[in-house]
């Protein structure tokens, strides 16, 4: 037998490729998403003067409001599809994003 000589099988399909980028971008803003809660701990406990012990409950909620969304979102895509789903996911956490603004620090 001769070896295929079909180079196209070698390749991964465009559409492949373009989903599995699409997946990896909401996958590192889940990640940053989280990062962002955890490294903001600190000035959560400062700015309400509270004991970091309580502001780690921050982190608890943010970990109950995910679980409630999985199947939220399990039931979305059934309901609309997975490309409307994802779309208005992704523009609500750019939305939030946007919405959100960094305090300056006072010189007082």
Do not use: H
């Amino acid at each position: 037998m001769e070896p295929s000589t079909d180079r196209r099988s070698d390749k991964l399909d465009r559409d492949v490729i373009v989903t599995g980028l699409v997946v990896v971008s909401g996958m590192i803003m889940v990640v940053l998403d989280t990062t962002i809660v955890n490294v903001a701990l600190d000035s959560l406990s400062r700015e309400l003067d509270a004991p970091l012990s309580t502001t780690q409950w921050v982190v608890t909620g943010y970990l109950l409001a995910v679980a409630l969304v999985i199947p939220l979102s399990g039931w979305a895509m059934d309901r609309f599809g997975p490309k409307p789903t994802w779309i208005t996911a992704v523009g609500l956490f750019m939305a939030g994003s946007a919405c959100a603004r960094p305090r300056g620090r006072s010189t007082a």
